[in-house]
């Protein structure tokens, strides 16, 4: 049984850093793609940052040069390290696993197993 679990959010001022955590159970993560999603009531999810299994990255245009996903696979542990933080950042974070394909250097991730989310606030 696959089990994802994030922590690490929290209420930051704006211009502060946060790092999430998603430790992962029931599969070795330096096998899989993962990427960390965010959502807000009423909103469709979010793409933020995507990596394969070789350790390439891609990040949304939104966080891109804010936020740095990478993988600790001794410990099985994705993580989002999250610097500058701006309100809008304000969300839900989900961390996921999955296959992926690499087109023109982006990580396209498909999600299968997710994780229950951890929120982020940020305040102007």
């Known amino acids: 049984q696959v089990h994802l679990v994030e922590s690490g959010g929290g209420s930051v001022q704006a211009g502060g850093s946060l790092r999430l955590s998603c430790v992962v159970s029931?599969?070795?993560?330096?096998?899989?793609?993962a990427g960390w999603f965010r959502q807000n009531p009423g909103e469709g999810r979010e793409g933020v940052a995507s990596?394969?299994?070789?350790?390439?990255?891609t990040s949304s245009d939104s966080v891109k040069g804010r936020f740095t996903i990478f993988r600790d696979n001794a410990k099985n542990t994705l993580y989002l390290q999250m610097n500058n933080l701006k309100p809008e950042d304000t969300s839900i974070y989900y961390c996921?696993?999955?296959?992926?394909?690499?087109?023109?250097?982006?990580?396209?991730?498909?999600?299968?197993?997710w994780g229950q989310g951890t929120q982020v606030a940020v305040s102007a």
């Open positions: 996921a696993t999955g296959n992926c394909t690499v087109l023109n250097g982006i990580v396209h991730l498909t999600p299968r197993y």
């Open positions: 029931g599969l070795p993560l330096s096998s899989y793609c």
């Open positions: 990596t394969d299994v070789d350790g390439d990255t």
